[in-house]
């Protein structure tokens, strides 16, 4: 790769993307002065293909709910989500940006407010996919910890353990694994900003794509998206006062990255 083949723009969104390594170290900051012998390495492969436009896909609306899933690259925020799904909703909870998976809105304020009243009370049962580094020794565990903010970089808040946080819980099992990766389901109990990436960082085992919270990983190839899904949902609904239950099969990307995946996981 020769720099005059990309533009200034193109290079610093492929290291804020995570498309860059400093000296074996992913670097999301183009601001970063280099030293002599550096060795930098990009991947932005990533950048230049034709991605499919994003399209919404709806798993259940009724007169007051809709549950989607969520692409990549869409960040949760009310118009933004609004604007994606061409009607205005209320976001109940969020995903992040780089993360996909199964996502409630609400199409009332009142709806919007008892389905928060049932996060609150934690009825709302939430278990997500990650691929994360290295194979784990332990195939199933619990984390439990306080978080709250312990800096903020660059204008990016970075959570950890903290006597002054939020209690955060979280029940993991091991689905399948190699020698470089496993793949493991996730069960929410509470739900902090960041609780998975800081809970599975602090295991030792960040998850793939999560370059805020790892700079390095014994995975060697770069990755195209923060490898976490929010895979299955339950609650009770706000109104009808019935059952909810969804489930979404993994994105694609996850079956290439780790071809031992059940497929009963995988989407059809």
Do not use: W
């Not at 005059?4 to 804020?16: C, G, M, Q, T, V």
């Not at 709910?65 to 989500?81: F, M, R, S, W």
């Not at 409630?104 to 304020?109: D, F, G, H, S, W």
């Not at 955060?168 to 960041?194: D, E, N, P």
């Amino acid at each position: 790769m020769t720099h005059d083949k990309y533009s200034n723009r193109f290079l610093k969104k492929a290291i804020e993307n995570g498309y860059c390594r400093l000296n074996g170290l992913y670097e999301l900051f183009a601001s970063k002065k280099l030293k002599t012998n550096d060795l930098v390495e990009f991947a932005v492969g990533f950048l230049e293909e034709k991605k499919e436009k994003l399209k919404p896909k709806i798993f259940f609306e009724d007169d007051y709910l809709l549950i989607i899933d969520k692409p990549v690259d869409i960040v949760c925020e009310n118009e933004v989500i609004s604007d994606f799904i061409n009607q205005k909703v209320l976001l109940v909870h969020r995903l992040d940006k780089r993360s996909s998976g199964l996502l409630i809105l609400a199409k009332q304020k009142k709806v919007f407010e008892k389905m928060k009243s049932l996060f609150v009370d934690k009825k709302v049962d939430k278990t997500y996919i990650a691929l994360v580094d290295k194979p784990l020794k332990k195939q199933k565990g619990k984390i439990e910890n306080y978080l709250g903010i312990k800096r903020v970089l660059q204008g990016q808040k970075i959570y950890g353990s903290s006597k002054r946080g939020k209690h955060a819980l979280t029940y993991y099992s091991v689905i399948c694994q190699t020698k470089q990766l496993s793949a493991v389901l996730c069960k929410l109990v509470t739900g902090r900003t960041h609780q998975l990436r800081v809970h599975l960082s602090g295991l030792g085992h960040p998850i793939l794509g999560d370059f805020l919270y790892a700079k390095k990983f014994e995975y060697p190839y770069f990755v195209p998206r923060l490898f976490l899904h929010s895979y299955q949902l339950s609650f009770e609904h706000p109104i009808l006062k019935k059952k909810m239950e969804f489930t979404s099969y993994l994105p694609k990307e996850f079956s290439k990255v780790l071809n031992k995946l059940p497929k009963k996981f995988l989407r059809k």
